[in-house]
């Protein structure tokens, strides 16, 4: 399998990367129901035992795997940090994102955002 590359702009999450990059061994994505029901351990290390979690929008899933970054519960979800280091300019990629949803937001009317 091709490795993955997850983008996540969670700047404030101990696995936040330059580059707007997860470097989370591994992640876990639930719904909003599921993920509001389970303590801060439960994440992906368990993944394989978890019931499917359906969503009908992007805006009800959540990624479980989120530790605030300088917590002391960095440990508590068994998942380790990445040795990747995918570098980048991390204002110029936060100078381009603002301006890319600037650009979009202008477009169509439409709201893009990022949610946290």
Do not use: W
Not at 41 to 47: E, F, G, L, P
Not at 83 to 88: A, E, I
């Amino acid at each position: 399998m091709a490795q993955q590359h997850i983008h996540c702009t969670v700047n404030t999450c101990h696995y936040y990367g330059q580059g707007n990059k997860c470097l989370a061994n591994e992640i876990v994505v639930v719904n909003d129901q599921f993920g509001n029901a389970q303590p801060d351990n439960v994440d992906a290390t368990q993944a394989s035992t978890f019931p499917p979690t359906p969503a009908d929008t992007c805006m009800q899933t959540c990624c479980k795997s989120f530790v605030h970054k300088g917590s002391a519960q960095i440990n508590a979800d068994g998942v380790t940090k990445s040795q990747s280091n995918y570098g980048g300019n991390q204002n110029m990629m936060n100078n381009n994102m603002n301006n890319n949803i600037n650009a979009m937001n202008n477009m169509g009317g439409g709201q893009y955002r990022t949610r946290y």
